[in-house]
T-cell receptor
């Protein structure tokens, strides 16, 4: 079974600084997707970034980028120039890509990010 | 990407009663998913709902407790039956899209 581990229950960062959230996963599959989701106090789950396992290039979305190490099964999220609005719970998630037979997302336990002014 | 309207946003219910949560998607989607999230914790998948077939339940969740309907490709409901205080939680629906997954805004359920 696939598992997703986020080893940092809580992290804090100063506004305008950079922070990296860690995620490791375990799978025997070679084709899959990895996601980072943000959940602010409003409860709304917001997709931050997505990485396809067969793409070697790390995904980037504005201030958010990932360091995807497939061999190490590591998928960290870097937030640059942190803003107060980045404060939220961040979830790493995995989805197998086996020809459409299984679309379940497996979530890590989450990392609560605090941004200090 | 798809937008999901979920309601109610919150409710306080008496033990022994049932609550039905509705999710309406603004486009047709194949799969819908129902999650439970305890405060401050991760999301736990309850079941996957395909239109026209029985929902597939995860270990620890049963149809009698969490019946799901999926009458068409844009709508689904989850009922929490015979509620107890242990059912107090946030319930979220989700649908898969080409790029990722879209989530409803969640239902905060308190059972007293």
């Amino acid at each position: 079974a696939q598992t997703v581990t986020q080893s940092q229950p809580e992290m804090s960062v100063q506004e305008a600084e950079t922070v990296t959230l860690s995620c490791t996963y375990d799978t025997s599959e070679s084709d899959y997707y990895l996601f980072w989701y943000k959940q602010p106090p409003s409860r709304q789950m917001i997709l931050v970034i997505r990485q396809e396992a067969y793409k070697q290039q790390n995904a980037t979305e504005n201030r958010f980028s990932v360091n995807f190490q497939k061999a190490a099964k590591s998928f960290s999220l870097k937030i640059s120039d942190s803003q107060l609005g980045d404060a939220a719970m961040y979830f790493c998630a995995y989805r197998m890509n086996s020809g459409g037979s299984n679309y379940k997302l497996t979530f890590g336990k989450g990392t609560l990010l605090t941004v200090n002014p | 990407s798809a937008v999901i309207s979920q309601k109610p946003s919150r409710d306080i219910c008496q033990r022994g009663t049932s609550l039905t949560i509705q999710c309406q998607v603004d486009s047709q989607v194949t799969m819908m998913f129902w999650y439970r999230q305890q405060p401050g914790q991760s999301l736990t998948l309850i079941a996957t709902a395909n239109q026209g077939s029985e929902a597939t339940y995860e270990s620890g969740f049963v149809i009698d407790k969490f019946p799901i309907s999926r009458p068409n490709l844009t709508f689904s409901t989850l009922t929490v039956s015979n509620m107890s205080p242990e059912d107090s939680s946030i319930y979220l629906c989700s649908s898969s899209t080409l790029y990722g997954y879209t989530f409803g805004s969640g239902t905060r359920l308190t059972v007293v």
